[in-house]
């Protein structure tokens, strides 16, 4: 069987690895399957789960979500972050597990960094001791990463209090945050309607369950602060150039209407025509000079008299100092959840 990467038995302890090659489906049992392998819907079919079921399981671009089907039977679609070399971690591939008489199956198209380390860990014997805790704990590794991302992101933008670095950064920060967003707020609803639901895995989970939640709540309460700081900022930094650009404008005008005087003066006396007073008076192109430093002098007092030559304004951008708000009430991103919900069109990796 070329679909089955692993499987485990889980009906005593400790778990045990055994063949790839399952016959049947059997209770407290974990097969974890390559998701676009051909013979897998076959074996699927050969074990009479539902169409429905296996086109659920086995569809593209596909959101998180849970499905109930009956108090023994479920599907639980849940995004991670990819940790795959040389991958984007904001991609996000999908890892489908489906609860289905006893047995657990999950099915992956990328690897996932998640369900290797549970493998490592159940091959040296300090791993989960029940599907349910194997369940539970896929879900809280999951945070796990999506947290640390949003965590190295946020100390990476807040540290940077240079203009040039804060721009140059602030996009690839933004379209990260608007990718991730886009899974985590439906995982999150998914989350809660696994630990509302009348299953036999769950009854007994419900604390873990409820903590699951509450850490996917408030990353999303994070994505959405982030998100209103970086709208803030980009604001300031629009504002910055335009204020650069006014004042440089403004500069330049300042500078035209000093010479505006002298420059009629010296286009006025230096046509080439008689009767110009001064041609035979041995001083007088010092005069003249004089004259017209005097004048420039005059209206450099007038334009500073009058204010038009004030002090330069300090023009300079810091980022804010950051708390994570601690629920949905402290974050206002209105137009941050449009945009991430129009991004939901535009799946890149499932």
């Given at each position: 069987?070329?679909?089955?990467?692993?499987?485990?038995?889980?009906?005593?302890?400790?778990?045990?690895?055994?063949?790839?090659?399952?016959?049947?489906?059997?209770e407290a049992h974990w097969y974890h399957c390559q998701r676009n392998a051909p013979s897998l819907r076959p074996?699927?079919?050969?074990?009479?789960?539902?169409?429905?079921?296996?086109?659920?399981?086995?569809?593209?671009?596909?959101?998180?979500?849970?499905?109930?089907?009956?108090?023994?039977?479920?599907?639980?679609?849940?995004?991670?972050?990819?940790?795959?070399?040389?991958?984007?971690?904001?991609?996000?591939?999908?890892?489908?597990?489906?609860?289905?008489?006893?047995?657990?199956?999950?099915?992956?198209?990328?690897?996932?960094?998640?369900?290797?380390?549970?493998?490592?860990?159940?091959?040296?014997?300090?791993?989960?001791?029940?599907?349910?805790?194997?369940?539970?704990?896929?879900?809280?590794?999951?945070?796990?990463?999506?947290?640390?991302?949003?965590?190295?992101?946020?100390?990476?933008?807040?540290?940077?209090?240079?203009?040039?670095?804060?721009?140059?950064?602030?996009?690839?920060?933004?379209?990260?945050?608007?990718?991730?967003?886009?899974?985590?707020?439906?995982?999150?609803?998914?989350?809660?309607?696994?630990?509302?639901?009348?299953?036999?895995?769950?009854?007994?989970?419900?604390?873990?369950?409820?903590?699951?939640?509450?850490?996917?709540?408030?990353?999303?309460?994070?994505?959405?602060?982030?998100?209103?700081?970086?709208?803030?900022?980009?604001?300031?930094?629009?504002?910055?150039?335009?204020?650069?650009?006014?004042?440089?404008?403004?500069?330049?005008?300042?500078?035209?209407?000093?010479?505006?005087?002298?420059?009629?003066?010296?286009?006025?006396?230096?046509?080439?025509?008689?009767?110009?007073?001064?041609?035979?008076?041995?001083?007088?192109?010092?005069?003249?000079?004089?004259?017209?430093?005097?004048?420039?002098?005059?209206?450099?007092?007038?334009?500073?008299?009058?204010?038009?030559?004030?002090?330069?304004?300090?023009?300079?951008?810091?980022?804010?100092?950051?708390?994570?708000?601690?629920?949905?009430?402290?974050?206002?991103?209105?137009?941050?959840?449009?945009?991430?919900?129009?991004?939901?069109?535009?799946?890149?990796?499932?």
């Amino acid at each position: 069987m070329d679909f089955l990467i692993t499987h485990w038995q889980f009906a005593t302890e400790p778990p045990t690895e055994l063949e790839n090659n399952p016959v049947g489906l059997k209770e407290a049992h974990w097969y974890h399957c390559q998701r676009n392998a051909p013979s897998l819907r076959p074996w699927l079919e050969s074990l009479e789960v539902p169409q429905s079921v296996i086109d659920s399981l086995l569809a593209k671009n596909t959101r998180p979500m849970f499905e109930q089907y009956d108090e023994h039977n479920c599907l639980l679609i849940l995004r991670g972050m990819n940790l795959n070399h040389n991958a984007h971690p904001e991609d996000m591939p999908s890892l489908r597990l489906l609860y289905y008489h006893g047995a657990l199956i999950s099915a992956h198209k990328f690897p996932s960094e998640t369900l290797n380390e549970f493998c490592a860990q159940l091959k040296t014997g300090n791993g989960p001791q029940t599907l349910e805790a194997l369940m539970l704990g896929i879900i809280d590794d999951l945070n796990k990463n999506i947290d640390s991302y949003i965590t190295e992101l946020e100390d990476r933008f807040t540290h940077l209090n240079k203009l040039y670095a804060l721009n140059k950064y602030l996009m690839p920060t933004h379209q990260a945050l608007i990718k991730i967003k886009r899974f985590t707020k439906p995982q999150q609803y998914a989350l809660e309607d696994f630990r509302h639901a009348d299953l036999e895995l769950s009854n007994n989970q419900h604390l873990s369950l409820r903590h699951s939640v509450s850490t996917i709540t408030r990353l999303n309460d994070t994505i959405d602060f982030l998100l209103t700081e970086i709208e803030i900022i980009k604001g300031e930094i629009r504002e910055y150039h335009a204020e650069k650009m006014n004042r440089n404008t403004y500069l330049l005008s300042v500078i035209a209407a000093v010479f505006l005087p002298t420059s009629f003066l010296t286009g006025l006396f230096g046509v080439n025509l008689g009767g110009i007073p001064g041609t035979a008076a041995l001083f007088a192109f010092v005069i003249f000079c004089c004259a017209l430093g005097g004048i420039f002098l005059l209206e450099l007092w007038l334009l500073r008299r009058l204010g038009f030559l004030s002090s330069k304004p300090q023009n300079r951008i810091t980022t804010r100092a950051r708390r994570k708000p601690e629920s949905q009430a402290e974050t206002a991103a209105n137009s941050p959840n449009e945009t991430a919900e129009r991004a939901d069109k535009n799946d890149t990796i499932d």
